[in-house]
């Protein structure tokens, strides 16, 4: 079935660090990708996505490119605030599991000043 | 802006009590999810309704697990005889199913806790 393998957590970083949180995925046809951020004490929010392979996706200065060669989905950012520390988690949906999101297990980040 | 309400927020109670959990979608989205998310891990897709229409069903979800959508709007979600191990967040999300209308709205989710 559709499966999503995330980097391990905490990642902790200083502010304006560059980031990178690592995502791959296995899943069969074609599926949409998406990063959701989970900020302390607060739901699910989407943060980008993208559908199909070489689409960019991008919001707040966040980016993830779909790269169907390497079934990855990294998210990236070039300068960290303390504000983006939160649980980020890679998702997929439309491969094999049809509608439904197919989540990892997320990556916790924590900016330090 | 009216996204997607859960109620209630947190919900303790007994082992063997039954507990009813409510989500109201976006207004005009036609697809409703329910997931199950457990400390450190993500989201586990437990049931969706397109309109009032449950098409698909996880095998996490038991047969003491029941969801409805009676009227296409609003969802239930009841666990009878609560275990232990059904403590965790149940989190609801909408969704329009148009051409590329592929992005979940979530809600704030409620906190179960069997004791």
């Known amino acids: 079935g559709d499966s999503v393998t995330q980097m391990e957590g905490p990642v902790t970083l200083s502010e304006e660090a560059f980031l990178t949180i690592n995502c791959t995925y296995t899943?069969?046809?074609?599926?949409?990708l998406f990063w959701y951020v989970q900020y302390p004490g607060e739901g699910l929010q989407l943060l980008l996505k993208a559908t199909k392979a070489d689409d960019k996706g991008s919001n707040k200065g966040f980016e993830a490119t779909y790269r169907k060669e390497t079934t990855s989905f990294h998210l990236e950012k070039g300068s960290v605030q303390v504000s983006d520390s939160a649980v980020y988690f890679c998702a997929l949906s439309g491969g094999g599991g049809g509608n439904k999101l197919t989540f990892g297990t997320g990556t916790q980040l924590k900016v330090e000043l | 802006d009216t996204g997607v309400s859960q109620d209630p927020r947190h919900k303790i109670t007994k082992r063997g009590q039954n507990v009813t959990f409510r989500c109201d979608p976006i207004s005009e989205h036609n697809r409703l999810y329910w997931y199950r998310q457990t400390l450190g891990q993500g989201p586990e897709f437990l049931t969706y309704f397109q309109n009032e229409a449950q098409l698909e069903k996880s095998r996490l979800l038991s047969d003491r697990f029941s969801a409805e959508r009676p009227k296409g709007s609003f969802s239930t979600l009841e666990i009878q005889r609560t275990e232990q191990g059904d403590s965790a967040m149940y989190l609801c999300?909408?969704?329009?199913?148009?051409?590329?209308?592929?992005?979940?709205?979530f809600g704030p989710g409620t906190r179960l806790t069997v004791t």
């Open positions: 999300a909408s969704s329009l199913m148009l051409a590329g209308g592929l992005e979940q709205y």
């Open positions: 899943a069969t046809g074609y599926p949409s």
